[in-house]
């Protein structure tokens, strides 16, 4: 009789935490939390904004000092009271908000914080050759070592952070939203090097809101929901509905390819005709053009080519990173000159005028929300109400004096509007989630009337419910005859939200799709170059 063969041998307890609880004053952040991370397991922590996702890592990472709960490493207890005990231990984290130096090299930052107090933790020679195999194996190879922090790009500054951190001994590496800078291709990369090291014993636990990455990459998965581990499996037996039941404590629909109802007919040919419109004869609000970009080429060997954005209309920006839609954006708001080409407003009732410099970008109707909130939108060191009022505050003065109550009954208004939460509009705005920071930048370019609204994709680092919510706000937005411009990295996105997709490749328009007509396929081509002929680009 043949021996059955033994079932297969679950890899060793890595990390065991349970009970976890932490309170920042009359918040509870933490309420027995719990996670089990095994030897060579990628984990997923899933949550929605708000729901403890960050303070555990921050406590994994000896940031933060839980009030109550037990961490085991590998069986035995251990307190982490330091980020410099974690470090020991081998975890290693990226911190969802980014963490340089900006006038420092990119070696620099990799080793920054690494020195003996009288010499060096190691010679030149090693931290260059630490720093570049650090950078290659996650596909930053064309980042320059000697190049200052601030002259890269949001991506790049990522893949450095996420460089400083496995240039380090690891065993364990956290990744808080360690992906929602990167486009597809570096994604790509960087979950290689996490599966191989998977297959070295290492281990990863990644948070991410978009659950194909939670469907590609993770084991395991662990829920927090208000603080508390609500689900936790392998994640053969946790569905995506699963998770965002758990996560929203109610049935909330994945994000799907549903495609927004047409209520335009712009098409391709809609895009290089006569830039003479007349706005001013034009009833329908729908096919009214509000923003016309004539013969714009980004840079100098690159093409022309005419974009027109029309009242009511959604108009995705796509391509891989550095392909030039950035750039385009920050044209159509003013923040840069383009190579060639005018950009223009047209208003109803006003007559057309150019976009010159971002300082009058405002008076013209356009509202620009930057990419990166941090950095490039909010100021952390004031409140949610000022943070909202800075956009008005030309506006909102009589003889210098800042009329404050307007400013409130403004904010009062748009709460509602952009389903912001918050309990106090005087609390810092870093209280706030990231979905409920990204909700008072949005309210804030909102309440000065734009006719244009220019978004750099808005949905990174918020939760699924959060980005349901952002949704809704820009198709009612849309179907109120305000033109939308959405730079997204994400496909799915894009062909869910637009009317039109302008594809990029190579700092130039490779296609303009009609979002109801194209599969994710079509996009995903045209950003490599390959522009169907049907697609007439």
């Known amino acids: 009789m043949t021996r059955p063969p033994d079932p297969p041998q679950a890899e060793p307890l890595l990390l065991e935490v349970s009970g976890l609880s932490r309170r920042f004053g009359a918040t509870r952040a933490l309420a027995d939390a719990s996670i089990t991370v095994r030897s060579g397991e990628i984990h997923a922590l899933a949550g929605e904004n708000g729901s403890g996702k960050t303070t555990l890592i921050k406590v994994l990472s000896g940031v933060v000092r839980p009030d109550a709960g037990t961490l085991r ?62 950078l290659d194996a996650i596909g930053a190879d064309g980042v320059d070592l000697r190049a200052p922090l601030w002259t890269l790009s949001l991506a790049q500054r990522q893949l450095v952070t996420i460089a400083r951190s496995i240039a380090r001994p690891w065993q364990l590496l956290v990744l808080d939203e360690g992906t929602s800078a990167l486009d597809a291709d570096q994604r790509d990369r960087l979950f290689g090097y996490l599966e191989s090291s998977r297959l070295q014993g290492r281990s990863t636990v990644f948070t991410s809101h978009r659950m194909d990455e939670v469907e590609r990459l993770a084991d395991s998965v662990t829920v927090l929901r208000l ?32 495609r927004r109802p047409a209520t335009n007919t712009h098409t391709d040919a809609d895009t290089d005709t006569d830039t003479d419109t007349d706005t001013d004869t034009d009833t329908d609000a729908a096919s009214r053009v509000a923003l016309t970009a004539a013969d714009v080429s980004l840079v100098p060997e690159a093409p022309p080519h005419t974009v027109q954005v029309h009242a009511g209309e959604i108009v995705g920006l796509a391509g891989l990173e550095g392909q030039g839609q950035l750039e385009y954006a920050q044209v159509l708001a003013g923040l840069r000159a383009p190579a060639s080409g005018t950009v223009t407003v047209h208003r109803e009732g006003q007559p057309d005028r150019r976009v010159h410099g971002f300082g009058r970008s405002g008076d013209l109707g356009i509202a620009y929300v930057p990419r990166d909130r941090k950095t490039e939108g909010l100021f952390f060191a004031l409140s949610v109400l000022d943070n909202f009022a800075t956009a008005l505050l030309r506006r909102q003065q009589r003889f210098g004096v800042l009329r404050r109550r307007e400013i409130r009954r403004r904010f009062d208004e748009y709460v509602p509007v952009v389903r912001l939460k918050v309990h106090d509009p005087g609390q810092p705005i870093g209280t706030l989630s990231g979905g409920n920071q990204q909700k008072v930048l949005l309210a804030r370019w909102l309440a000065t009337d734009p006719a244009v609204l220019i978004l750099n994709d808005p949905m990174r680092g918020v939760d699924a419910n959060t980005k349901q919510e952002l949704y809704g706000l820009l198709r009612t937005l849309a179907d109120g005859g305000m033109a939308v411009v ?52």
């Open 73 to 134: 490493w590998r069986g035995e207890a251990v307190r982490i009271g330091k980020p410099s005990a974690a470090q020991v231990l081998g975890i290693s984290t990226v911190f969802q908000e980014t963490l340089y130096s900006p006038e420092l090299t990119v070696l620099e930052n990799i080793w920054m914080g690494t020195d003996r107090v009288f010499r060096r933790g190691r010679s030149r020679t090693a931290e260059r050759d630490g720093a570049r195999e650090a």
């Open 227 to 258: 603080g508390a581990t609500v689900a936790a499996g392998p994640k053969s037996e946790l569905s995506a509905r699963r998770i965002l039941v758990a996560m929203a404590g109610r049935d909330v629909s994945a994000v799907t390819a549903s």
């Open 486 to 537: 959405l730079l997204s990295t994400e496909v799915l996105e894009l062909l869910t939200l637009s009317d039109r997709i302008v594809v990029f490749h190579r700092s130039a328009v490779s296609a303009v799709l009609d979002a109801a007509a194209s599969t994710d396929t079509d996009v995903v081509a045209a950003m490599f170059g390959h522009a169907l002929e049907d697609q007439g680009a």
